[in-house]
């Protein structure tokens, strides 16, 4: 197992599209986590998932933004009418279900919106 | 509310000496869990150490000491001798513990500039 693959690597994309971003976890780890970071800052909680179901959303995720992780395995987040305010790194992890373990972060996605 | 505060944003310091980042954090949980991550250019963030709330222990690891102080709500993390790949941009995080769900609450990071 190489770890969390996060595709693609770099979008460029102009204001008003839409895109979507997937994320690999680790196949045994049954929670997957989306954040993003935007420049010189720490990465915010966006949304999580147990296998398939979503338990947990950030106020940060604002009705544009959908993610789905369909059979508990790889997960989407697709961002709709993209503003340049949703430029940023936006970073997939997973781990194990239970209590502190720590996650395994992809290398991301970075967005630009011009 | 949790917090996590990193009151320096940017260290630089010359190859072989010691750095530490400071990690202050606020949380009503009786039980928790730190965590520092390591983030080098590439962007992705590497696991460095998760402690419980329970253990107080400091702990080190090869040239990184970690300094956990409940009283004083600071958790921080010391590079013994640094070396220029330890150039990256570190850190501290805080998680409930709890079984539904433990998401992370990240401070603002503080880049590390090693100097050969």
């Known amino acids: 197992d190489t770890g969390v693959s996060q595709d693609p690597r770099h979008k460029i994309t102009k204001r008003g599209q839409n895109v979507t971003f997937r994320c690999d976890p680790i196949?045994?780890?049954?929670?997957l986590y989306w954040y993003r970071q935007t420049l010189g800052q720490g990465p915010e909680f966006l949304t999580y998932f147990q296998n398939e179901a979503q338990l947990e959303k950030s106020r940060l995720l604002s009705d544009r933004f959908s993610a789905e992780r369909p059979k508990g395995s790889f997960s989407t987040l697709e961002i709709q009418r993209t503003e340049q305010g949703d430029s940023a790194m936006y970073l997939c992890?997973?781990?194990?279900?239970?209590?502190?373990?720590?996650?395994?972060f992809g290398s991301g996605t970075r967005l630009t919106v011009v | 509310a949790q917090k996590v505060t990193q009151a320096q944003t940017e260290i630089s310091v010359v190859e072989k000496e010691d750095v530490t980042l400071d990690c202050v954090y606020e949380t009503r949980d009786t039980t928790y869990y730190l965590f520092w991550y390591k983030q080098p250019p590439s962007g992705e963030l590497v696991f460095l150490i998760r402690r419980n709330s329970f253990d107080e222990q400091n702990e080190i690891s090869g040239r990184y000491s970690w300094n956990f102080q409940k009283s004083t709500s600071s958790f921080n993390f010391t590079i013994t001798a640094s070396q220029v790949v330890d150039s990256a941009v570190y850190f501290c995080?805080?998680?409930?513990?709890?079984?539904?769900?433990?998401?992370?609450?990240f401070g603002g990071g503080t880049r590390v500039l090693v100097k050969p």
């Open positions: 992890a997973s781990s194990l279900t239970g209590r502190g373990y720590g996650y395994t």
């Open positions: 995080a805080l998680s409930p513990d709890r079984a539904a769900g433990n998401k992370l609450t």
């Open positions: 196949s045994e780890h049954n929670r």
